[in-house]
């Protein structure tokens, strides 16, 4: 997740952002708000909604957003952002570009150790919300995270063949960024990871953002070829062309077929 919810947005001055903080017991209702206001709002602001553990160890609902455009005009879009609860935090406020790019810093810190899956979604149903909800819980690590995150906007008035990606249907993807210490506790983590990405995949377009999808050998072939959609065959003939040893691949990999 980091702040990829700003990336689309391209400002060029200063940019009214930052997380609205919500209690646990109020998630379905806070996460439904999200839903249907994420699915409103104009092209100028993006959000992302997720369930996470605060620093002193207490389960929230978090709304992060990024407007971008004049002030007054953002100030009347959040304003129902900032009334709904009433929150616990609200930090929204204006702030540099380069600032809304280290919102998340303090969540993904170099030496932790991470797993992630994400799906996307044509929509946000009220059983996706209830499966977060339910789960969230029983997460292994209060550095862990859940989530919906916002796509759409000026992604959707690209073709879905322009380029690499393929997905401009998608109206968000979810996500679990899982975050432990421990190298002896990598089975547990990614199990509950797993465990909850298949319980979401009914509520999901069945394909996956490329970054977030696991070494082949563990994964397999078709969760890769499904990231590209129809765009996949095409990539493989640049493979042929570029790089028919396959000397890049340490990545989610598209094998050479020459």
Same mark, same amino acid.
């Given at each position: 997740? #980091?702040?990829?919810?700003?990336?689309?947005?391209?400002? #060029?001055?200063?940019?009214?952002?930052?997380?609205?903080?919500?209690?646990?017991?109020?998630?379905?209702?806070?996460?439904?708000?999200?839903?249907?206001?994420?699915? +409103?709002?104009?092209?100028?602001?993006?959000?992302?909604?997720?369930?996470?553990?605060?620093?002193?160890? #207490?389960?929230?609902?978090?709304?992060?957003?990024?407007?971008?455009?004049?002030?007054?005009?953002?100030?009347?879009?959040?304003?129902?952002?900032?009334?709904?609860?009433?929150?616990?935090?609200?930090?929204?406020?204006?702030?540099?570009?380069?600032?809304?790019?280290?919102?998340?810093?303090?969540?993904?810190?170099?030496?932790?150790?991470?797993?992630?899956?994400?799906?996307?979604?044509?929509?946000?149903?009220?059983?996706?919300?209830?499966?977060?909800?339910?789960?969230?819980?029983?997460?292994?690590?209060?550095?862990?995270?859940?989530?919906?995150?916002?796509?759409?906007? +000026?992604?959707?008035?690209?073709?879905?063949?322009?380029?690499?990606?393929?997905?401009?249907? +998608?109206?968000?993807?979810?996500?679990?960024?899982?975050?432990?210490?421990?190298?002896?506790?990598?089975?547990?983590?990614?199990?509950?990871?797993?465990?909850?990405?298949?319980?979401?995949?009914?509520?999901?377009?069945?394909?996956?953002?490329?970054?977030?999808?696991?070494?082949?050998?563990?994964?397999?072939?078709?969760?890769?070829?499904?990231?590209?959609?129809?765009?996949?065959?095409?990539?493989?003939?640049?493979?042929?062309?570029?790089?028919?040893?396959?000397?890049?691949?340490?990545?989610?990999?598209?094998?050479?077929?020459?």
């Amino acid at each position: 997740m #980091v702040t990829s919810f700003a990336y689309q947005l391209h400002p #060029v001055g200063p940019v009214l952002a930052g997380i609205v903080l919500y209690p646990f017991t109020k998630a379905k209702e806070a996460l439904t708000f999200y839903r249907d206001f994420a699915t +409103a709002i104009p092209d100028e602001v993006n959000t992302v909604g997720a369930l996470l553990t605060s620093p002193d160890g #207490v389960p929230v609902v978090a709304i992060g957003v990024c407007y971008n455009g004049d002030f007054d005009a953002g100030e009347q879009v959040l304003r129902p952002l900032r009334a709904f609860g009433p929150p616990l935090a609200d930090e929204i406020r204006p702030m540099a570009y380069c600032q809304v790019q280290t919102l998340f810093d303090a969540a993904f810190i170099r030496g932790h150790r991470y797993y992630f899956k994400s799906n996307f979604m044509q929509r946000i149903s009220d059983g996706a919300i209830d499966v977060l909800i339910e789960r969230f819980p029983t997460i292994p690590s209060p550095l862990s995270l859940v989530y919906f995150e916002q796509l759409g906007k +000026a992604a959707h008035r690209v073709g879905a063949t322009a380029t690499a990606f393929s997905h401009r249907d +998608a109206l968000c993807d979810w996500g679990c960024d899982a975050v432990w210490l421990d190298p002896a506790a990598d089975g547990v983590h990614i199990e509950w990871t797993r465990a909850l990405a298949e319980a979401m995949r009914p509520f999901t377009m069945g394909s996956d953002y490329a970054p977030h999808i696991g070494l082949e050998t563990d994964e397999g072939a078709e969760r890769i070829k499904a990231a590209y959609g129809a765009n996949y065959e095409r990539l493989v003939a640049l493979k042929n062309t570029y790089d028919p040893t396959n000397l890049f691949r340490h990545n989610q990999n598209i094998q050479p077929t020459v």
